[in-house]
């Protein structure tokens, strides 16, 4: 038996996107011709196009019409660090490498480095007091030249007596764990906290995002530990939801399989 009517035409659609005869980036034809192709009313069509758009099918733009979505392969992170180096987990070179190790760029862009005072979640989970100062650093990361992520790491701002490039509005080639382990701030490990909820306005406007709110986004706090067990750095990361899987190793995995882009992922 067959099913209500625009569960037909979005079946009928999503064929022609997956043959082919949609590719991605092109206009779906718009209500008016929808209506009069199947026939069918106007919201029928309009249920139609949701369903696509809510399976991401489709994007839909306001005054613009629906579009056949990019087939994203997404960007697999680990997150737990080289059990040899304590480097990596997301950031600085390894992270570089894991894009490279799936054919694509990985760069940064907009470093902002600025002063400021804690917020509540910055003071508590650096443990300093709320409204004292502390160093943000935040650069936007993209991927083959599309929005990837979003990050801030915040540093207490005494650690700029040791370490002063921290607050220079300057990029860190060798990475600020590295730089800090110069500077005799070694860096111990890192705890992690995940979370899903729905993007800010910016974070619609950096990654694309429609704004209905069907697509979230991915917010990772990672605090570090120094040597003497004191935090030394928040830093936060906000990945588009729809295009980031996320690893963590326990225990000895070969780099090849911890890189390995197919576990789990059901292709």
Known sequence: MAGPLYEQIADELRRKIDSGEFSPGCQLPTEDELMELYPASRNTVRRAINELAVSGAVNTLHGKGSFVAERINPIVTTLSSDPKTGSGGGEGRLYIAEVAA??????????????????????????VPLGSFVISRHEERFVDDRAWSLQTSFYPQVLAERAPRLAEPVGIDEGTVAYLRSCGVNQAGYRDSIQVRSPEPREVEFFGLPRDGRIQVFEIFRVAFDQDKERMRLTVTVYRADRNRF?????????????????????
Do not use: M, W, Y
């Not at 760029?105 to 989970?125: I, M």
């Not at 690893?247 to 059901?266: H, K, Q, R």
């Open 102 to 127: 799936g054919g694509r760029v990985a760069t940064t862009e907009g470093l902002r480095v600025e002063v400021q005072q804690a917020t509540e979640a910055v003071a508590d989970s650096l443990k």
């Open 247 to 267: 690893i963590f190793n326990v225990g000895t995995v070969p780099i090849s399989e911890s890189l390995d882009a197919g576990d789990g992922n059901g292709d």
